[in-house]
């Protein structure tokens, strides 16, 4: 899908740039289009079959420049060499049985003092996806069952995929504990 849309976007970019009588972002309009050479991009190495491009349209160069303001939209932001590490500190009360306390987490490599840290970032790992809080609240407007799941609380600070977290977990009603179940074992588990 992707492919198809960037294809689509670069013949767009192209008999867009050829019926402007050889205008290339940042040149006159009276220069005209430059034509490809060994130093650029070709099209094919793009992975845009010449035969796409019939004769007389703007060069591998003005393609690959359409590529290149079209993939800065639609890719993630580059990672800062600050953000390579996840590091998270979780506060657990009300638990019991030894598994209250404060604990770092550390993941890309695991450690810290989490009582479980390779399988808490494995866990965390599973439940990141692009464009979804893996720490987000239950919606105002759930509909929640009625079930206490007991006095256990707990706070996650820290980062994680170069986000900020500040996420707070209890037991009070079925939707916090199906949320609180599912980051076991980040959180401990409760056995209810």
Same mark, same amino acid.
């Given at each position: 899908?992707?492919?198809?849309?960037?294809?689509?976007?670069?013949? *767009? @970019?192209? $008999?867009?740039?050829?019926?402007? #009588?050889?205008?290339? %972002? !940042? /040149? =006159?309009?009276?220069?005209? &289009?430059? +034509?490809?050479?060994?130093?650029?991009? *070709? @099209?094919? $190495?793009?992975?845009?079959?010449? #035969?796409?491009?019939? %004769? !007389? /349209? =703007?060069?591998?160069?003005? &393609?690959? +420049?359409?590529?290149?303001?079209?993939?800065? @939209?639609?890719?993630?932001?580059?990672?800062?060499?600050?953000?390579?590490?996840?590091?998270?500190?979780?506060?657990?009360?009300?638990?019991?049985?030894?598994?209250?306390?404060?604990?770092?987490?550390?993941?890309?490599?695991?450690?810290?003092?989490?009582?479980?840290?390779?399988?808490?970032?494995?866990?965390?790992?599973?439940?990141?996806?692009?464009?979804?809080?893996?720490?987000?609240?239950?919606?105002?407007?759930?509909?929640?069952?009625?079930?206490?799941?007991?006095?256990?609380?707990?706070?996650?600070?820290?980062?994680?995929?170069?986000?900020?977290?500040?996420?707070?977990?209890?037991?009070?009603?079925?939707?916090?504990?199906?949320?609180?179940?599912?980051?076991?074992?980040?959180?401990?588990?409760?056995?209810?």
């Amino acid at each position: 899908m992707l492919r198809r849309l960037l294809l689509t976007a670069a013949v *767009s @970019a192209s $008999a867009a740039l050829s019926s402007a #009588s050889g205008a290339v %972002a !940042g /040149t =006159p309009a009276e220069a005209p &289009v430059p +034509a490809a050479s060994p130093s650029g991009p *070709s @099209a094919a $190495a793009l992975g845009v079959p010449d #035969s796409l491009f019939p %004769a !007389g /349209t =703007p060069s591998s160069r003005a &393609v690959a +420049a359409a590529y290149g303001v079209v993939l800065p @939209a639609l890719m993630p932001p580059p990672a800062r060499p600050d953000d390579s590490s996840d590091r998270l500190t979780v506060t657990v009360a009300g638990v019991g049985g030894g598994a209250d306390g404060t604990f770092e987490l550390e993941c890309h490599p695991a450690g810290g003092t989490h009582p479980h840290a390779a399988e808490a970032c494995d866990r965390l790992d599973r439940m990141t996806t692009w464009g979804k809080d893996t720490f987000a609240p239950v919606p105002p407007d759930s509909m929640c069952t009625m079930v206490y799941g007991g006095p256990a609380t707990a706070h996650v600070t820290g980062t994680w995929a170069g986000r900020p977290v500040d996420a707070r977990y209890d037991r009070s009603n079925g939707c916090e504990i199906s949320r609180w179940n599912a980051l076991v074992p980040v959180l401990p588990g409760t056995g209810s």
